[in-house]
């Protein structure tokens, strides 16, 4: 599976962004979809996921509310919308495929495939 992260770039704090995660090589709806972040000088953290089965989504405190996974079997794609962004958000924001048949996690050292970062940074 090919992963392939767009949508970055520089926002201002409380706009707006959708990132997208767009596949290839395999279909999506096998696979459980994470986004990670990784700030300068900092460990990489999961963002939010969303499972393969059911659609259920799970976020984050710091995001929460402000963040909304969601995925598109037909396209073959994942969206990260993010509302409200806040200059702490900025970082290089990677989606990640985990196969399983239900469930989802936020734990990078479980993710079967990795798409390239797109960088976001919030600022006025």
């Known amino acids: 599976v090919q992963l392939q992260a767009s949508g970055g770039g520089l926002v201002q704090p409380g706009g707006s962004l959708r990132l997208s995660c767009a596949a290839s090589g395999a279909t999506l709806d096998s696979y459980a979809i994470t986004w990670f972040r990784q700030a300068p000088g900092k460990e990489r953290e999961g963002v939010s996921c969303?499972?393969?089965?059911?659609?259920?989504?799970y976020e984050t405190d710091f995001v929460k509310g402000r963040f909304t996974i969601s995925r598109d079997n037909v396209q073959n794609t994942a969206y990260l919308q993010m509302n409200s962004p806040n200059p702490e958000d900025t970082a290089v924001y990677y989606c990640?495929?985990?196969?399983?048949?239900?469930?989802?996690?936020?734990?990078?050292?479980?993710?079967?495939?990795w798409g390239k970062g797109t960088l976001v940074t919030v600022s006025s």
């Open positions: 990640a495929a985990d196969r399983r048949v239900a469930g989802c996690g936020l734990h990078p050292d479980a993710m079967d495939y």
């Open positions: 969303i499972t393969p089965n059911n659609g259920m989504t």
